[in-house]
Structure formats: structure tokens, C-alpha cells
């Protein structure tokens, strides 16, 4: 199978619950322990998340991994970011973005489950997605997100995302870009796992 291929552009979304069951979150969260990933944020990630928003024309990115308990931003970018330096950047320098998040907070739980990109040009299209927190406390309106997959473990680690806080197109292109570059990630995370460089 295509890299490529493991991405759908929309599923159905009537079978997804506000908050999915995960039984993967704790194989989930012994791997990112063992990779050394899902606790700390990372200069490259946040320079990832940073270039992330500059190809999606987007004000807010994320590389986050998520395990049985919450999500955590090892990479983040926002409106407000300056150059990358986590040691002096708190939660609260992140344009009202933290570092973590609940498992009930925003869609990229969703992409996880699914294995496939989850795009939501208009949020409030979804009543399942409309009453997300995310979409009250910080105004987020539209979303697209691709999971990072482990595949020597056969399991997604979590996902990269940009959100908007006004309704917006995605598009085809964007889409792919946003597929590209998790494809990207997910290699370099292999990589690491590997004890190769890339």
C-alpha cells in the first residue's frame, strides 16, 4: 500500500463519539515513553509545527501525541510564537494555547481512531464536533489534522494539526500537504525509534 493511501479524505462521522474510546492508549503511552517523545517539547517539533502553519496558510499548529490520559503539544505554534526556545515559553505564551490538553478537548483523538485525516472546513457543521469544548474557550472553527503513524508497532503516536478560528475551505491541496508532512514526521519518529538521524 501507498504511504498516501492510509489517509481518506472524510469519512462518516455519525459513528464518532464527543470523546472516542481508545483501547490503544496505553500501548500508546508505553511507546511514546520508550521513544522519549510525549512528555517533553522539542525545538524541532515546534519548528515543524511553525513550518506546518506557514504551508497551510493557518495561525495555530501542533505535532501532538496523545496517550490514555490527555494530549500533550510537543510541538506548537500560534499567532503570538517568536523564535523557538521552550525553556522560556510557558503555556500561557501560547496565545491561550497550553501545552496540554484533555482527551475531550478538540479533534485530534478523532483522527487517531480513525487512521485517516479528519477534515472540518466549519465545525458547527457537525453537532457531534460543534459542542467541543475547543470551540467555546478558545474559538476554534475549523480544523484538519493527519495521525502519525508508528508502523513498527502498527499504531498511531497522535497527529499534526492546524486549526483556524474562522470557518475555512481546506482543500485538496492542503489536504495532501498536510499528508505529506505527517509522512514526514512519522518517518523521522521511525527513524528515532531506529537510533538512525534524518
Given at each position: 500500500m501507498h504511504s498516501s493511501d492510509r489517509y481518506?479524505?472524510?469519512?462518516?462521522?455519525?459513528?464518532?463519539?464527543?470523546?472516542?474510546?481508545?483501547?490503544?492508549?496505553?500501548?500508546?503511552?508505553?511507546?511514546?515513553?520508550?521513544?522519549?517523545?510525549?512528555?517533553?517539547?522539542?525545538?524541532?517539533?515546534?519548528?515543524?509545527?511553525?513550518?506546518?502553519?506557514?504551508?497551510?496558510?493557518?495561525?495555530?499548529?501542533?505535532?501532538?501525541?496523545?496517550?490514555?490520559?490527555?494530549?500533550?503539544?510537543?510541538?506548537?505554534?500560534?499567532?503570538?510564537?517568536?523564535?523557538?526556545?521552550?525553556?522560556?515559553?510557558?503555556?500561557?505564551?501560547?496565545?491561550?494555547?497550553?501545552?496540554?490538553?484533555?482527551?475531550?478537548?478538540?479533534?485530534?483523538?478523532?483522527?487517531?481512531?480513525?487512521?485517516?485525516a479528519l477534515v472540518l472546513d466549519d465545525v458547527c457543521d457537525y453537532p457531534r464536533f460543534a459542542g467541543n469544548p475547543v470551540v467555546d474557550e478558545i474559538g476554534i472553527r475549523s480544523y484538519i489534522g493527519a495521525p502519525l503513524a508508528d508502523t513498527l508497532e502498527g499504531i498511531n503516536l497522535g497527529t499534526i494539526c492546524v486549526v483556524d478560528t474562522e470557518a475555512r475551505p481546506w482543500g485538496r491541496q492542503r489536504l495532501e500537504i498536510i499528508k505529506s508532512m505527517a509522512q514526514e514526521m512519522s518517518d523521522w519518529i521511525q527513524a528515532r525509534a531506529e537510533g538512525r538521524t534524518m
Open positions: 481518506s479524505t472524510y469519512e462518516p462521522l455519525d459513528r464518532l463519539l464527543l470523546t472516542p474510546e481508545d483501547p490503544a492508549g496505553p500501548h500508546r503511552a508505553a511507546r511514546l515513553a520508550q521513544l522519549g517523545i510525549g512528555n517533553t517539547p522539542l525545538p524541532e517539533f515546534d519548528e515543524f509545527a511553525r513550518r506546518l502553519a506557514t504551508e497551510l496558510d493557518a495561525p495555530f499548529a501542533m505535532v501532538n501525541f496523545i496517550d490514555h490520559r490527555r494530549q500533550f503539544f510537543a510541538g506548537l505554534y500560534t499567532p503570538e510564537a517568536g523564535p523557538v526556545n521552550v525553556e522560556q515559553r510557558s503555556a500561557q505564551d501560547q496565545g491561550g494555547v497550553g501545552r496540554e490538553m484533555g482527551l475531550d478537548h478538540g479533534f485530534c483523538p478523532h483522527t487517531v481512531k480513525r487512521t485517516a
